[in-house]
């Protein structure tokens, strides 16, 4: 479906180079992937079929969606925090550099970036601490996209790339100081099967920092309201299980880590006017909330993107990632 196109610079026209037969399969599969939810009473069904068919739903996915996101989101594909007055792509990569001091990573280290994208997250902590870091990813195509950014960038002595599924970590135990994960373990179909990796690969002591996707305390399973944004957040995603806040929690210490620190971030606040535009801002399109003239056109764009279930989401339950910081347990 790529071809060559992983090797252009900008998104949209690598969009415009894609084999138009093989995108439309791909999407056909993606969509027919959602049908049995039609009746309300086969989800759980559907659920679990897309649990075990998670990589080939996540791949349908990011094949179709990474340059849309490269395109009318940014490189870091995912949410941040904004300061008063900062730029959108100054608030993605403060949210990384927040990530990565809070584990302590330094320039000693290497660091595992679980389920990188298109990598400028890596690119962002190899240059704000001075390590190394190995990202993981399981699309191809992104995979291609993460390293040409990094060529571009010289940064390719630092940042690597490789392909594989952050379910069967293919490194050997202890391989890593520190290791994060950005947004993309939402995708596991298991939460616990995925930090259990981690922890494997981690060096005793070493840390793991992720912000995951979960669905807040307010999320209740017996009112249909919230199970339908539940689901729309699935689909719209290509998650095949998004999880309560609490299970994550469960899940992080069952594969061994002692918590040291879960936050939901959209909660703090700093000072009166720290988040007055909310995290959700640039994926409601909402211009009024743009901070400077270039996400006054950023804000035009999403606009043009932006899907249904976003403001459900905010209002009822909210898909609010916690920040949660793992130590690997008998470090001593
Ligand atoms: C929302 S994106 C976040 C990407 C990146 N962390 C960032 O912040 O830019 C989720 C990422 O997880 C990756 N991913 C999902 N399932 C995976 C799996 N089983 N193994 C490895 N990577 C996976 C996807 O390919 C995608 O790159």
Redesign the pocket.
Same mark, same amino acid.
């Given at each position: 479906m790529h071809g060559k196109s992983s090797e252009e610079r900008n998104a949209f026209l690598s969009l415009l180079q894609k084999d138009s037969k093989t995108h439309g399969a791909v999407t056909r599969e993606y969509v027919g992937r959602w049908n049995s939810d039609d009746n309300v009473g086969d989800i759980e069904s559907g659920r679990e079929t897309r649990k075990g068919d $998670?990589?080939s739903l996540?791949n349908n996915y $990011?094949d179709l969606a990474t340059d849309f996101y490269e395109e009318a989101w940014a490189q870091? =594909?995912?949410f941040c925090r904004f300061a008063p007055g900062e730029s959108f792509l100054q608030s993605l990569a403060r949210h990384e550099h927040y990530l990565a001091h809070k584990i302590g990573i330094d320039a000693s280290m290497t660091v595992l970036?679980?389920?990188?994208?298109?990598g400028?997250?890596a690119r962002q902590i190899a240059t704000f601490t001075g390590c190394k870091v190995v990202g993981?990813?399981?699309?191809e195509y992104?995979v291609e996209r993460a390293t040409a950014h990094a060529v571009r960038e010289k940064l390719e002595g630092r940042v690597g790339f490789v392909g594989?599924? =952050?379910?069967k970590i293919n490194f050997p135990p202890n391989s890593f100081d520190a290791a994060y &994960?950005?947004?993309?373990t939402v995708? &596991?179909p298991s939460l616990e099967g995925v930090y259990s990796q981690i922890f494997r690969v981690l060096k005793p002591g070493g840390v793991f920092g992720v912000y995951e996707w979960v669905m807040t305390d307010a999320y209740d399973d017996s009112n249909e309201h919230h199970r339908n944004i539940r689901l729309g957040i699935e689909r719209g995603s290509g998650i095949a299980n998004m999880v309560p806040r609490k299970e994550a929690l469960e899940a992080m210490k069952k594969a061994g880590f002692v918590v040291e620190h879960e936050e939901d971030l959209a909660q703090r606040n700093v000072s009166p006017i720290a988040d007055r535009r909310p995290w959700y801002a640039p994926l409601a399109g909402d211009w009024r909330g743009a901070q400077t003239l270039g996400d006054f056109f950023w804000g035009a764009a999403d606009e043009q993107c932006r899907t249904g279930w976003c403001w459900d989401s905010v209002a009822l339950v909210g898909d609010v990632e916690v920040g949660a910081f793992g130590v690997r347990g008998n470090c001593c």
């Open positions: $998670y990589m996540v $990011y870091s =594909f995912h970036d679980v389920g990188c994208g298109v400028k997250p993981l990813n399981n699309n992104q594989g599924d =952050f379910m &994960a950005i947004e993309a995708h &596991a």
